[in-house]
């Protein structure tokens, strides 16, 4: 079965910088697109960056130029480089993977349990 686990989420002030991994397990052909989306309370759950399998990026218009997209690919884990965090990217993050589990199978989406990024002073 597979499974994304995330980790780096915490507290931190803002203008701070913060790490987010998730990590890629189980048995599978081959990982299509990975992202990261991100849901605050009372709102919906927006994409906040994704990369293809060759490395292609986009980002939100809200965190273009603060944040970064990056996937190791021997390690199926996909991070997100936080900096110049604001109080408005408080929100609960989620790690999302296009995943196709044989050769011959399309691939799904598989998200992880989400972790928790809050920006306060």
């Known amino acids: 079965q597979v499974q994304l686990v995330e980790s780096g989420g915490g507290l931190v002030q803002p203008g701070g910088s913060l790490r987010l991994s998730c990590a890629v397990s189980?048995?599978?052909?081959?990982?299509?697109?990975m992202a990261w989306h991100r849901q605050a309370p009372g709102k919906q759950r927006e994409l906040v960056a994704r990369?293809?399998?060759?490395?292609?990026?986009d980002y939100a218009d809200s965190v273009k130029g603060r944040f970064t997209i990056s996937r190791d690919n021997a390690k199926n884990t996909v991070y997100l480089q936080m900096n110049n965090l604001k109080p408005e990217d408080t929100a609960v993050y989620y790690c999302?993977?296009?995943?196709?589990?044989?050769?011959?199978?399309?691939?799904?989406?598989?998200w992880g349990q989400g972790t928790q990024v809050t920006v306060s002073s």
């Open positions: 990369i293809t399998s060759v490395g292609t990026t």
């Open positions: 189980g048995s599978f052909f081959s990982i299509r697109s």
């Open positions: 999302a993977a296009a995943i196709a589990l044989r050769s011959f199978r399309g691939p799904s989406d598989y």
